[in-house]
């Protein structure tokens, strides 16, 4: 069964500032999304921050305008709300007046994969908040290039034969197709500078999907200052795949990226557990983990990936560093 998952987000308002969507905003949300449940297989709403995701699956591909434009219609219906109430940021992320057949390029963040599903497929979602969509590059750099962080990529024969990656430069648009292991000095050479360079996507050798990236940055589209874009990333996981574990340990080691608050500063990415309001404390840059089993396009989870008690050592250490 091929099945798509689809990620999109949105900050389009906070309570009292860039801290958390309400509880009414999020149910304007939830509403809309249930309304058009034909056109899905399974959803799961959450937030990051002020920034709300949903997370759909269906069968009918990516950049498909229909499940665009429910988020798109879900956005505006919490914009309403946000509005009503009197919450900052209003509709913040949503820089055009009416939907165009697709999202991207119109402020939302997307992370789409269509794939044959497998008998028990797994992946996981990292959704940040107060940076930018090259906060990933470190990770993913551990990911899928550094055997030191990830020992997948000696005794898993699959991972250990490399990677397609594709890299774009958010200043020209322009994506760039690259292997490991032919490729490595250069893809390291890129994800150094991660204001310009950041990863689009991950694929097999033989073409399969692996990790999708959004890569959308705001000021490019409204062409001034109107936020951080707060990426979202997915991966799928187990088996030929990264392990869950070995997806979600590159981030223990809480890098410094750009953002915080008003997207000026380079302070550490700090993991936090799920539905985690964006911190007044010189707003941290934040990422949240969403771990998810999928049979049949059905949903169980999400585990909250950062809830364990190691977690709060690392967010120990990610405080230290952005206080020092």
């Not at 499940?67 to 509709?91: N, P, Q, R, S």
């Not at 997307?110 to 090259?134: Q, Y």
């Not at 979600?248 to 500063?265: E, I, K, L, M, Q």
Request: charged share 25%; aromatic share 8%.
């Amino acid at each position: 069964m091929r099945v798509t998952v689809s990620v999109i987000k949105a900050d389009v308002g906070g309570v009292g500032g860039h801290t958390k969507p309400s509880d009414r905003l999020i149910g304007a949300i939830r509403e809309t999304v249930k309304g058009s449940s034909d056109l899905l297989l399974d959803h799961y709403i959450g937030y990051c921050g002020d920034d709300t995701h949903i997370v759909m699956s269906h069968t009918r591909g990516v950049d498909n305008q229909e499940i665009h434009k429910l988020a798109w219609d879900a956005f505006m219906a919490g914009t309403e709300v946000a509005k009503e109430e009197g919450l900052y940021g209003a509709g913040q992320d949503l820089l055009k007046d009416s939907f165009s057949g697709n999202v991207k390029g119109m402020g939302p963040g997307v992370a789409e994969m269509e794939f044959e599903e497998r008998p028990n497929e797994a992946f996981t979602v990292f959704a940040a908040d107060k940076t930018e969509p090259g906060a990933f590059n470190y990770p993913i750099y551990r990911m899928f290039v550094d055997a030191l962080s990830n020992t997948g990529l000696i005794v898993n024969k699959h991972l250990a034969a490399g990677v397609r990656m594709n890299i774009m430069d958010v200043e020209q648009g322009k994506i760039a197709e690259l292997e490991l292991w032919q490729d490595k000095p250069t893809i390291e050479a890129a994800l150094m500078y991660p204001g310009r360079y950041v990863v689009d996507s991950v694929y097999t050798k033989d073409g399969e999907p692996i990790l999708d990236a959004s890569t959308d940055r705001l000021h490019n589209i409204a062409g001034t200052y109107v936020g951080k874009d707060d990426p979202v990333c997915m991966v799928r996981t187990q088996k030929k795949f990264p392990a869950t574990e070995e997806v979600g340990s590159v981030f223990n080691n809480p890098h410094y990226v750009a953002g915080n608050t008003r997207g000026s500063h380079n302070m550490p990415l700090m993991p936090v557990k799920l539905n985690s309001a964006a911190t007044i404390n010189f707003c941290i840059p934040i990422v949240e983990s969403l771990v998810f089993s999928m049979h049949g396009g059905k949903f169980t989870g999400p585990f909250d990936g950062f809830s364990t008690p190691d977690w709060d050592y690392i967010r120990e250490i990610a405080t230290k560093r952005a206080m020092a």
